[in-house]
């Protein structure tokens, strides 16, 4: 293939993802087909499928480097100067204002019939080094005395990433119940207490 048709392929394949990932979050990963898509960009089905064999494939594509850009989100936290405290208040906002989160937020519930199982496999792993991190930082916390809880770290690190499931959120923030930055302020401090509990467990 010519460097001039590489350019070709690869500006349509932007083109692509970009349309797809509209209609996904204005209609629903369901109500979408992959007609949809070649027929808003005006390019034929066969030339659709020569970049993406399915619609799955297609929004992993889509999920994929949000996903990856999150993880590099909290690596960074991680590695970075701040306090315990200040790194897992900076979990939660950042995570929250995330581009992944907000996909996930605008086609809940449909993610969860997307991927197939290899691809659940990928997400699975990236989804784990997240969930070590948190553990990470909340064990650093709970050592230095900063956190007070006799709760296990594995625990309060698979708790912050349930955070970020989109049910609570689109119940209260979706339906005007609250605002974003309402949310964001309540479930840090729910979030702060619950590592700060030091009650039996």
Known sequence: MSERMVKKFNNRNRLILEAAEKLIKDHGYHQVKMSDISEKLDIAKGTLYSHYRSKEQLTF?????KIDNFLT?????????????????????????????????SSFPDMGAIFSEDHNSELKLIQEKIIKIFERVIEEGTKSKTFQTKASSNFLALQLMQLFDPLIYKTLVSS?????????NQSVTFFMGAINNKGEF
């Open 61 to 65: 594509s889509i999920v994929k480097p």
């Open 73 to 105: 989100t909290m690596e960074q936290i991680d590695t970075s100067t701040l306090t315990e405290s200040k790194k897992v208040s900076s979990f939660i906002e950042k995570g929250f204002c995330s581009d992944f989160f907000h996909f996930v937020l």
């Open 176 to 184: 005007g119940t609250m605002s974003s930055k309402e949310f964001v």
